[in-house]
């Protein structure tokens, strides 16, 4: 992971709010998603698993290709994530935003590597797709352990996005 050479590179601004120009519009959606999710799960903070949840919620087409991909069905898969990841005792009110605060620090790295690898895709903003990938081979993924459990490995996860995002590319 690179580190950001000056403040302005950062993806949060130096109060910790997210800087809205390093995210393309769906990319956004997705992330209002995942605090959308964090909080119905009740989740005092957005976490990684969050973020897969926000992606699937509202998916752009990319995600959507990838999903076909796999022979996955985005909706049920969602509802697989939340039930996972539900927590009864958490609070569904939890005041949470798009801030580095209410990130942990998976979520943090994950999004910094996010930037990283739109960047070298010559992207100026993240876009889901830049999301789901560096959620699937960030070390230590959860979400990715979740597939391995049901035999799905990272690496197919992986290499199907990889082909969605070429797809696009194409047209």
């Keep these: 992971m690179s580190i950001p050479q000056t403040p302005e590179e950062d993806l949060f601004l130096p109060g910790g709010k997210i800087r ?3 995210l393309t519009p769906p990319a956004a959606k997705a992330l209002d998603e995942a605090i959308r999710l964090a909080r119905e799960t009740r989740w005092d903070c957005v976490r990684s698993p969050h973020i897969f949840m926000g992606l699937l919620a509202d998916p752009d087409p990319v995600v959507c290709n990838w999903g076909r991909r796999l022979g996955a069905d985005l ?7 939340q039930e996972l990841f539900h927590q009864e005792a958490g609070d569904s009110a939890a005041v949470l935003a798009l801030h580095r605060e209410f990130l942990s620090d998976n979520a943090l790295r994950l999004l910094r590597e996010a930037q990283t690898r739109a960047t070298d895709h010559h992207r100026p903003a993240i876009t889901p797709v830049d999301l789901l990938i560096t959620l699937l ?6 979400v990715a352990d979740c597939f391995e459990r049901i ?18 590319d194409q047209f």
């Design 20 to 22: 809205a120009n390093r």
């Design 75 to 81: 909706p049920k898969l969602l509802g697989q994530f």
């Design 137 to 142: 081979t960030s070390t230590n993924s959860i």
């Design 151 to 168: 035999g799905v490995t990272a690496a197919k996860l992986t290499e199907q996005a990889v082909i969605a995002e070429q797809q696009a």
